[in-house]
């Protein structure tokens, strides 16, 4: 059975960081593209980054860009969400997703299909 389980969410005053991970207990978490996703209370679930198999090609959407870096370590089967300079509007619970193959890494990973979800990690910035 495959899971992906995050942490690293918790209460932080904005301007603060944090650090989510995401590890998949997937055997062949290598051929996965790899994503984080965002649901604030109320709003739609919100792609926020993503990274290719290799590591080498991460997409960050322009709303966190430059605040938020994706990464993965293949060998402990983890990615990660580093979160710098967190505003209030960044509180919600974020996901990590996982996408079988070569999807595109750009602003269209967040439409795709997404075969395997995390189940969340809650994350608080106040102010």
């Known amino acids: 059975q495959v899971q992906l389980v995050e942490s690293g969410g918790g209460l932080v005053q904005a301007g603060g960081s944090l650090r989510l991970s995401c590890v998949g207990s997937?055997?062949?978490?290598?051929?996965?593209?790899m994503g984080w996703f965002r649901q604030a209370p109320g709003k739609e679930r919100e792609f926020v980054a993503a990274?290719?198999?290799?590591?080498?090609?991460?997409y960050i959407v322009d709303s966190v860009k430059g605040r938020f870096s994706i990464s993965r370590d293949d060998a402990s089967n983890t990615i990660y969400l580093q979160m710098n300079t967190l505003k209030p509007g960044d509180t919600a619970v974020y996901y990590c997703?996982?996408?079988?193959?070569?999807?595109?890494?750009?602003?269209?990973?967040?439409?795709?299909?997404?075969?395997?979800w995390g189940q969340g990690t809650q994350v608080t910035v106040s102010s």
């Open positions: 997703a996982a996408i079988l193959g070569l999807p595109p890494i750009d602003a269209t990973w967040g439409s795709r299909s997404v075969d395997y």
């Open positions: 990274i290719n198999w290799s590591g080498t090609s991460p």
């Open positions: 997937i055997r062949t978490f290598s051929r996965y593209a």
